[in-house]
């Protein structure tokens, strides 16, 4: 079992880059796959990307993302982070980062994530 809370979420311009963290407790973590997911106000949650545990080809995204947000972890501090880079007005959002157990896997559904940290808001606005 693990716990997750992000951090980094606040207010940027159109264009800025800031890292979100999603440092978690619990044993055994390197063995989870970790998602991001973000949601608007009044819209559904969206997986955004994850990072499982096949090295260098752990990184997913779902379409839109790849390229300018990027997944990545570090096992030995227990932290998954998630940068996001030229940021739009429509990244406002909160971001969640979730884990689920099967570590080799690509989940993309909300359903497939059994742990969930609480959330922590992204800004865009000139």
């Known amino acids: 079992q693990v716990q997750l809370v992000e951090s980094g979420g606040r207010l940027v311009q159109p264009g800025d880059s800031l890292r979100l963290s999603c440092a978690a407790t619990g044993r055994s973590f390197s063995t989870y796959t970790v998602g991001w997911f973000r949601q608007a106000p009044g819209k559904e949650r969206e997986f955004v990307a994850g990072?499982?545990?096949?090295?260098?080809?752990?990184?997913f995204w779902a379409d839109s993302f790849e390229g300018r947000f990027v997944p990545f972890r570090v096992n030995d501090r227990n932290t998954a982070y998630l940068e996001m880079h030229n940021v739009k007005l429509e990244d406002t959002a909160v971001y969640y980062c979730a884990a689920d157990a099967r570590g080799g896997s690509q989940p993309r559904h909300r359903g497939d994530y059994g742990y969930w940290g609480q959330g922590t808001q992204v800004t865009v606005s000139t």
């Open positions: 990072i499982n545990t096949r090295g260098k080809l752990a990184g």
